[in-house]
T-cell receptor, first 114, second 112 residues
Framework: AQSVTQPDIHITVSEGASLELRCNYS??????LFWYVQSPGQGLQLLLK??????LVQGIKGFEAEFKRSQSSFNLRKPSVHWSDAAEYFC????????????FGKGTHLIIQP | NAGVTQTPKFQVLKTGQSMTLQCAQD?????MYWYRQDPGMGLRLIYY???????DKGEVPNGYNVSRLNKREFSLRLESAAPSQTSVYFC???????????FGQGTRLTVV
């Protein structure tokens, strides 16, 4: 069965600093990969996705992620964070085998220091 | 464009009571999902439906039932609520295999 690991439960970053959130997946083939963001009290919003092709994908709000097959990773990055980026971030994987749902990591809570 | 709409947004139940969480999507998606979100656990799939008239169990189906009423609507029922079912419930829909899932705003359920 596929699984997703987000090693960092909490990350604190100063406003204006760079950010990298880690995500590792366990799956035999190349899965479909996603990053979602959840603001407090809200649903999940898609930041970006990787299906195939260029391993560096651009998303909304200035985020990007890089797929590294050799490391089974799909890390999320942003060059300069803003206070509004404080939220919960979820990495998710879909194996493509059917209509069953995405498998989510447990999330990383991002705190922005002024 | 409403997307995925869930009702209610908040609910408090007593142990043993029943209730149905409603979900509707207006994107003509075939697949629909119910997840629960608990602190430190991420989102876990309860049930999903690949098309109208079909449903399948996810990771944590015990204590829940679902109905795919038509292509738009997918409801989740708790027959006899338990405190362990206190959670935030999210409905989602997806167009086809591999496409991203679109989420509702969630239902915060407390069972006392």
């Amino acid at each position: 069965a596929q699984s997703v690991t987000q090693p960092d439960i909490h990350i604190t970053v100063s406003e204006g600093a760079s950010l990298e959130l880690r995500c590792n997946y366990s799956y035999g083939a190349t899965p479909y990969l996603f990053w979602y963001v959840q603001s407090p009290g809200q649903g999940l919003q898609l930041l970006l996705k990787y299906f195939s092709g260029d391993t560096l994908v651009q998303g909304i709000k200035g985020f990007e992620a890089e797929f590294k097959r050799s490391q089974s990773s799909f890390n999320l990055r942003k060059p300069s964070v803003h206070w509004s980026d404080a939220a919960e971030y979820f990495c998710a994987v879909y194996s493509g085998g059917g209509a069953d749902g995405l498998t989510f990591g447990k999330g990383t809570h991002l705190i922005i220091q002024p | 464009n409403a997307g995925v709409t869930q009702t209610p947004k908040f609910q408090v139940l007593k142990t043993g009571q029943s209730m149905t969480l409603q979900c509707a999507q207006d994107m003509n998606h075939n697949s629909m999902y119910w997840y629960r979100q608990d602190p430190g656990m991420g989102l876990r799939l309860i049930y999903y439906s690949a098309s109208e008239g079909t449903t399948d169990k996810g990771e944590v189906p015990n204590g829940y039932n679902v109905s795919r009423l038509n292509k738009r609507e997918f409801s989740l029922r708790l027959e006899s609520a338990a405190p362990s079912q206190t959670s935030v419930y999210f409905c989602a829909s997806r167009e086809d295999q591999g496409a991203e899932a679109f989420f509702g705003q969630g239902t915060r359920l407390t069972v006392v």
